[in-house]
């Protein structure tokens, strides 16, 4: 079967508990791996402030999914997002070989940081 990599990112709304928010994370974790995706990463990147208000909300709980799957369960995930009232927000992206290169390199932490070795000095 063939499959691709995506990333999904969501935004949950900010009147959620932290068991409520969880809940909501687990059943869109479940939905993928239940239609046999393969989940790479997962990343919690917590309660932020929103770049414009959405439905009168100014922040929200963002969650991050890297994942391999069969595309034609992007149609199912997506309307899985837009039945939940509790997701203000979301996007998928289909990553091609450099952004899914980017993705592991980001993942194995070799994008951020700054380069061990010392400088070298001409003389």
Do not use: C
Request: charged share 35%; net charge neutral.
């Amino acid at each position: 079967m063939f499959q691709n990599q995506y990333e999904t990112v969501f935004i949950l709304t900010p009147v959620l508990s932290e068991a409520q928010m969880k809940d909501a994370v687990e059943k869109f974790k479940s939905v993928l791996t239940d239609n046999g995706a393969e989940l790479l990463n997962e990343e919690h990147w917590g309660l932020r402030k929103l770049a414009y208000p959405i439905q009168h909300k100014s922040t929200g709980y963002y969650q991050l999914f890297e994942f391999k799957a069969d595309p034609q369960l992007i149609a199912t995930l997506e309307t899985e997002y837009k039945r939940d009232e509790r997701i203000m927000r979301f996007l998928t992206t289909k990553l091609d070989k450099y952004g899914a290169d980017y993705s592991e390199r980001r993942r194995n932490g070799k994008i951020g940081k700054k380069s061990q070795e010392e400088p070298k000095v001409e003389s």
